[in-house]
C-alpha cells in the first residue's frame, strides 16, 4: 500500500494517496502534520510522527484478554491476527466475538465492543503498546493513583509521574520484571497520556465501561491500557456472556506542547429587549475548531462548559444539562454531550432579567475549567424596559391585578376558570352527566339499546348497553299468564309479526294484534316505547301491535291510517 505523507515544512496533498479503507480494510490518512497512520478492524499497526514508527518492534494497538489473568500465549486471546471478528486463540482460551472501528487520524475516535464472552475471563484490556524508549512518563486527568502489582500495591498522589518510578516487584517469565500504576473509576472525559522525546499521545474516553486505567512499567514498553476489569485479576471475575464496549478518542501533539482548544460562535440567538423581570429563552451554537473533544465528567471536575466572563450582568438558568451559578461572574452551562473536533454544540437555557428596568450585559466564553479560558468571547447587550404593569408582571389573562384563581384550574363540580377580560376569571361549570361524573357519556342512560336493552351507568364517566335479549316468545320483557298468544305470537288466529303485517299489505282478512320484532332496532331511537308495551291502533283490520320492537312504527302507523280510510268496516267472520 502506498503511503502518504505531508511534511511539516511543505502542505500538500499528494493526489495519489488511497482513501481510508480502500485496502483490505486497512486505512490510511495523512493530515496537514507528520504523521501516518495505519489501522484496519484488528488494531492499529502503525504510528509514524515525524518520521519515528512509535510502535517499531511491539504490539501496536489490540484487545486482549485471558481466562486465567496469566499474561502467556496459551491463555492469551488477541485481536492481533484475528479474522476481525473473533479473538485470535492460540491456546485452551476460547475467544470472544469482537468489533473494532476507527476513524480519522488525528485524533483518531474508535468504537470497541467484546462479547458476549463464551467464557469467564479473569482480564480484558485495550493497551496502547509503543517503544520504551519513545516514552518516559505518563499523566491523568484525575488524582491519585496505586503502584505495584498482583497482590503488593502502594498509594501515591498527585496526576503522574515518570515510568521510571513505578516498582517492579513481579516478574515476567523469560522477559523481566513489571510493574503497574493504577488509575481507577476512568469516567466519561477522563484523558491519560504518555509522553517522551517524540510525541505525547492522549487517550480521552468518551464512553463504554472501562474500571481502570493502567500505566505499565515493562521490560519492552511504557504501555497505557484501559481495562475491564480491575486489580488484582486473580479476586475478579468477567462472567461468560456479558458484553463491554469502548468508545474513545486518541490524539497526537508534539511533546512540551499543550492541546488545542478553540471554538467558533456559530449563531447567538438572544432577544436583545424584553421586560423588566421577565425570564428570555437563549440559544448559543458553538463550533469545535480545536484538535481535543470537549466532554463533562461525570463528578463535574475539570470539564469542559459555557462560562460567564467578568462583565456579565445577568443571571442564567441552566436548561436540562445543568450547571451552576456563584455570581453573575462565576456561572457555567454543562455540555449536553461530547463534542468533537469539528462538531456543534447548542446550549439552551434562561436569562432572568432584573426587576429594575436598563440596559444590561451578556458576555459568556467557553472554559475548560482548571486548565483555560478559549475561543471567542460572546458578548450581548439586553434592555430590560418597563412592562405595562410597571414593576409588576401582567397576569395570566393579560392584566394587572391579582387574580381570584388561575385559568384552566378547577372549580365548582366539574368546572375550570377561564379568563372574563383581562383582569378577572369566571368559573364554567356544565355540572356533572346524568351518572354523577364529569366526562360527556357516549349515550345518555336510559335511551334503549341492542335487542331488548337500556344503557345503564358504568361508573361516574361511562355507560353500558344492560340488554337481556328477546324472551321465549320472542318478544321484551317478561312473558305474560296468557302465554306466548297473549304476548302477541302468531298462532294462526289473527296474531302476525310486523314483518308479515308488511308482506300482506296490511289485508282486511288479517285483521287481529301483531308483534313487530324487527332486528334492525336502532339503539339510539330517542321515541323507543318501553320494552314489552303494547301500542293500539283503532279501527277494524289493524288490531293490536305489540312494540316489542319499534323501528318500523311510523311507517306502520301511516300504511294503517290509509287503509281504514280506503277500505269500509267488515264484520269479524264467526270463530
Not at 500500500?1 to 493526489?15: D, G, K, Y
Not at 482548544?261 to 429563552?281: F, L, M
Request: glycine share 14%; hydrophobic share 30%.
Amino acid at each position: 500500500m502506498r503511503s502518504c505523507f505531508i511534511l511539516l515544512s511543505c502542505i500538500l496533498l499528494v493526489a495519489a494517496c488511497e482513501p481510508i479503507g480502500q485496502r483490505a480494510g486497512i486505512g490510511i490518512e495523512s493530515i496537514q502534520q507528520a504523521i501516518e497512520v495505519q489501522y484496519d478492524g484488528t488494531g492499529i499497526h502503525y504510528i509514524d510522527w515525524n518520521g519515528v514508527n512509535i510502535f517499531e518492534n511491539v504490539g501496536g494497538y489490540y484487545i486482549i484478554g485471558s481466562c486465567t489473568g496469566a499474561d502467556t500465549a496459551d491463555q492469551n486471546v488477541i485481536s492481533l491476527g484475528s479474522d476481525g471478528h473473533t479473538l485470535h486463540a492460540p491456546g485452551q482460551c476460547p475467544g470472544a466475538p469482537f468489533s473494532i472501528q476507527f476513524s480519522g487520524t488525528n485524533p483518531i475516535h474508535v468504537n470497541i465492543s467484546v462479547g458476549p464472552l463464551p467464557v469467564d475471563y479473569r482480564s480484558l484490556s485495550v493497551p496502547f503498546d509503543p517503544t520504551m524508549a519513545y516514552f518516559d512518563s505518563f499523566l491523568f486527568s484525575s488524582s491519585g493513583y496505586l503502584v505495584g502489582c498482583a497482590n503488593t500495591w502502594s498509594p501515591r498522589s498527585g496526576s503522574g509521574g515518570l515510568f521510571s518510578d513505578i516498582p517492579q516487584p513481579c516478574n515476567i517469565p523469560g522477559h523481566g520484571a513489571v510493574g503497574l500504576a493504577r488509575v481507577t473509576d476512568p469516567y466519561p472525559g477522563w484523558w491519560g497520556e504518555i509522553s517522551g522525546s517524540v510525541v505525547t499521545v492522549r487517550r480521552t474516553i468518551l464512553g463504554g465501561n472501562i474500571q481502570e486505567a493502567v500505566f505499565i512499567n515493562h521490560p519492552y514498553t511504557h504501555n497505557m491500557e484501559l481495562s475491564f476489569q480491575v486489580e488484582p485479576v486473580s479476586e475478579h471475575i468477567l462472567p461468560a456472556g456479558s458484553v463491554y464496549t469502548l468508545e474513545e478518542e486518541i490524539s497526537f501533539r508534539d511533546p512540551g506542547s499543550q492541546p488545542s482548544e478553540a471554538s467558533e460562535v456559530i449563531s447567538v440567538d438572544i432577544p436583545s429587549s424584553a421586560s423588566a423581570g421577565s425570564t428570555i429563552e437563549a440559544v448559543v451554537t458553538l463550533l469545535n475548531t480545536g484538535d481535543t473533544t470537549w466532554s463533562e465528567p461525570a463528578d463535574h471536575m475539570g470539564g469542559t462548559r459555557l462560562g460567564s466572563l467578568t462583565d456579565n450582568e445577568l443571571v442564567w438558568i441552566p436548561g436540562e444539562s445543568g450547571g451552576y451559578f456563584f455570581s453573575e461572574s462565576d456561572q457555567r452551562l454543562y455540555l449536553p454531550s461530547s463534542v468533537a473536533p469539528g462538531q456543534q454544540v447548542a446550549f439552551q437555557f434562561g436569562i432572568q432579567l432584573p426587576q429594575q428596568p436598563g440596559t444590561y450585559q451578556f458576555s459568556a466564553q467557553m472554559v475548560h475549567d482548571g486548565v483555560a479560558w478559549f475561543g471567542d468571547e460572546i458578548r450581548r447587550s439586553i434592555e430590560a424596559v418597563q412592562g405595562p404593569c410597571g414593576d409588576g408582571e401582567q397576569n395570566s389573562c393579560g392584566g394587572c391585578s391579582t387574580l381570584e384563581a388561575q385559568p384552566g384550574t378547577s372549580c365548582g363540580t366539574c368546572g375550570t376558570y377561564t379568563c372574563e377580560g383581562t383582569d378577572s376569571v369566571r368559573c364554567d361549570d356544565k355540572g356533572s352527566n346524568s351518572c354523577g361524573g364529569c366526562a360527556t357519556l357516549g349515550h345518555e342512560q336510559g335511551l334503549a339499546c341492542g335487542k331488548c336493552g337500556v344503557y345503564v351507568c358504568d361508573g361516574l364517566d361511562s355507560v353500558r348497553c344492560q340488554d337481556p335479549g328477546y324472551n321465549e316468545c320472542g318478544t321484551c320483557g317478561p312473558v305474560t299468564d296468557g302465554g306466548c298468544e297473549q304476548d302477541g305470537v302468531n298462532d294462526g288466529d289473527g296474531f302476525v309479526s310486523g314483518d308479515q303485517v308488511a308482506d300482506a299489505g296490511m289485508d282486511a282478512g288479517d285483521s287481529g294484534d301483531y308483534s313487530a320484532s324487527d332486528s334492525g332496532h336502532d339503539a339510539d331511537h330517542e321515541q323507543s316505547l318501553d320494552s314489552g308495551s303494547q301500542a293500539k291502533l283503532n279501527g277494524d283490520g289493524c288490531g293490536c301491535y305489540s312494540a316489542s320492537n319499534h323501528d318500523h312504527i311510523s311507517w306502520l302507523l301511516l300504511i294503517c291510517s290509509f287503509w281504514m280510510i280506503s277500505r269500509t268496516r267488515k264484520p269479524r267472520k264467526a270463530a
